[in-house]
C-alpha cells in the first residue's frame, strides 16, 4: 500500500536559520498537503499542491511538488519561535479517497 | 460555525469495554475521516467516508467500526478495548478530494 516517509523526524534550529523538511511517496499522488499541529493541538491545513513541479510560497513558507509528483518539501526561511510544531505532510494516491500521512518532521526553535 | 466538534476529549476505558467516539460536522463537507496519533507514528487512516451511507477501511481498521447515516454525524465505534488502542484520536472532514481537512481537537483515549 501507499507509504509517505518524511524527513529529518527531528530538528531543533536557532531563531533566524532556515527549516526544510522532506516528503517521500512510494507511489505517485495526485496532490499533496500540508499541515501544522502545534504541541496539545491538532493539525491545521496549510496548503495543497497539484501539478508537477509545482511551487507556492507563504509568506516565509515555500513548498515544492516533484516532477514526477512522488515527493514534496516545505521550506522555512529566517525560523521563528512561532513556527514550533510538527509538520505533516498529505496525499492521496492515483484514483484513492484515502489521505495518508507522512510522519511528520517535529521543529523546535532556540530564541 | 462550529466547524468539527468531538467528543468526549478524554475518555479511560477497561479491557474488553465498547464505547463510541463521536464527530460531528457543521460544514456541509461530503468527506469525513478518522485517525489515530501515537507518538512518533504520525497520523493513520482508521476509515473514512465519501457522503452519507458511504463508508471504506484505511490503513488501521482493526477493532473498529463506522457508520455514515446523515452528513453530519460520522461516529467511530470501538467494538473491544484492547490497550493497544490507546491514542489521541482525530475526526476531520473535507469538502472534496483536492480540499484541505479540518480536524476536531481529538480525543484522548486510554485502554487500562
Known amino acids: 500500500g501507499q507509504q509517505v516517509m518524511q524527513i529529518p523526524q527531528y530538528q531543533h534550529v536557532q531563531e533566524g536559520e532556515d527549516f526544510t523538511t522532506y516528503c517521500n511517496s512510494s507511489t505517485t499522488l495526485s496532490n499533496i498537503q500540508w499541515y501544522k499541529q502545534r504541541p496539545g493541538g491538532h493539525p491545521v491545513f496549510l496548503i495543497q499542491l497539484v501539478k508537477s513541479g509545482e511551487v507556492k510560497k507563504q509568506k516565509r513558507l515555500t513548498f515544492q511538488f516533484g516532477e514526477a509528483k512522488k515527493n514534496s518539501s516545505l521550506h522555512i526561511t529566517a525560523t521563528q519561535t512561532t513556527d514550533v510544531g510538527t509538520y505533516f505532510c498529505a496525499g492521496h494516491e492515483d484514483s484513492s479517497y484515502k489521505l495518508i500521512f507522512g510522519s511528520g518532521t517535529r521543529l523546535l526553535v532556540r530564541p | 460555525n462550529a466547524g468539527v466538534t468531538q467528543t468526549p476529549k478524554f475518555q479511560v476505558l477497561k479491557t474488553g469495554q465498547s464505547m463510541t467516539l463521536q464527530c460531528a460536522q457543521d460544514?456541509?463537507?461530503?468527506?469525513m475521516s478518522w485517525y489515530r496519533q501515537d507518538p512518533g507514528m504520525g497520523l493513520r487512516l482508521i476509515h473514512y467516508?465519501?457522503?452519507?451511507?458511504?463508508?471504506d477501511q484505511g490503513e488501521v481498521p482493526n477493532g473498529y467500526n463506522v457508520s455514515r447515516s446523515t452528513t453530519e454525524d460520522f461516529p467511530l465505534r470501538l467494538l473491544s478495548a484492547a490497550p493497544s488502542q490507546t491514542s489521541v484520536y482525530f475526526c476531520?472532514?473535507?469538502?472534496?478530494?483536492?480540499?484541505?481537512?479540518?480536524f476536531g481537537s481529538g480525543t484522548r483515549l486510554t485502554v487500562v
Open positions: 476531520a472532514s473535507s469538502s472534496g478530494l483536492f480540499y484541505g481537512y479540518t
Open positions: 467516508s465519501v457522503g452519507a451511507g458511504i463508508t
Open positions: 460544514m456541509n463537507h461530503e468527506y
